[in-house]
């Protein structure tokens, strides 16, 4: 299972045009943008679940750079989660 990062997303941008997108490439498992938890707006980032490795990286080397929704996305192999202090 490959995790990737997408980022430089539209606000307008869904999950659903997000999974499309990278289902052009093979089979996706999971496909998230990640919204702010009080006003529930997009952060202009998300995730992408592969199962398939080789398909991931297609996917990561095609749509680098390349324009959704009239901004340029940033792809590639998402870092594992940092520990942080949980905030109050």
């Known amino acids: 299972m490959t995790n990737i990062y997408v980022g430089n997303l539209s606000y307008q941008t869904s ?4 999974e499309d997108a990278f289902a ?3 089979s996706v ?3 998230a943008v990640i919204t ?7 952060k202009g980032f998300g995730f992408v679940e592969m199962p398939n490795e080789a398909e991931a990286q297609a996917a990561i080397d095609s749509l680098n ?3 959704l929704d009239g901004r ?5 192999v998402a870092r594992p989660r940092e520990e942080r202090p949980r905030r109050y």
């Open 29 to 31: 498992s999971r496909a």
């Open 36 to 42: 702010d938890r009080d006003t529930g707006r997009s």
């Open 24 to 26: 052009e490439f093979g």
């Open 72 to 76: 340029n996305l940033k792809v590639n």
């Open 65 to 67: 750079d390349q324009e």
């Open 15 to 18: 999950s659903s045009q997000l």
